[in-house]
Nanobody, 122 residues
Framework: QVQLVESGGGSVQVGGSLRLSCAAS????????MGWFRQAPGKEREFVGA????????VYADSVKGRFTISRDNAKNSLYLQMNSLKPEDTAVYYC???????????????WGKGTLVTVST
C-alpha cells in the first residue's frame, strides 16, 4: 500500500503560480511512477502529467505543457507540481497518483491521494 497526501492548493489570480506537493508513504514509494490528475466541477478526471520513478522522464497533457512542471525528490518521498501562468480553466481538484507504470487513464491508476483544490480567479 502507498499513501498519498497532497498539499499546496488554494486560490490564485489568473497568471499566478502555485506549487503542489504530494507526500508518499508506505511500501517502497520511491519505486513508483507518479503523476497528477485533476477534476473540474462537472467534468471527468483528466491526466495532467507524470514522472518516472527515476525522475528522468516526464510527460504532460497538451493543456499544461510549457506552464506546469513535475518533479520529485525520492529522498523525501515527495512529488511536486509547479504551476505557472494559471488560467481559470485550471480550476480543479488536483490528485496525486502512483503506480508501477505511468498511466494517463484515471481508471488504470492504483493509488490516489484525496486531492487538493486549486481555484484560479479573474
Amino acid at each position: 500500500q502507498v499513501q498519498l497526501v497532497e498539499s499546496g492548493g488554494g486560490s490564485v489570480q489568473v497568471g499566478g503560480s502555485l506549487r503542489l506537493s504530494c507526500a508518499a508513504s508506505g511500501r517502497a514509494g520511491s519505486y513508483y511512477d507518479m503523476g497528477w490528475f485533476r477534476q473540474a466541477p462537472g467534468k471527468e478526471r483528466e491526466f495532467v502529467g507524470a514522472i518516472t520513478w527515476s525522475g528522468q522522464s516526464t510527460v504532460y497533457a497538451d493543456s499544461v505543457k510549457g506552464r506546469f512542471t513535475i518533479s520529485r525528490d525520492n529522498a523525501k518521498n515527495s512529488l511536486y507540481l509547479q504551476m505557472n501562468s494559471l488560467k481559470p480553466e485550471d480550476t480543479a481538484v488536483y490528485y496525486c497518483a502512483a503506480d508501477t507504470t505511468v498511466h494517463i487513464t484515471p481508471g488504470a491508476v492504483t493509488y490516489w491521494g484525496k486531492g487538493t483544490l486549486v481555484t484560479v480567479s479573474t
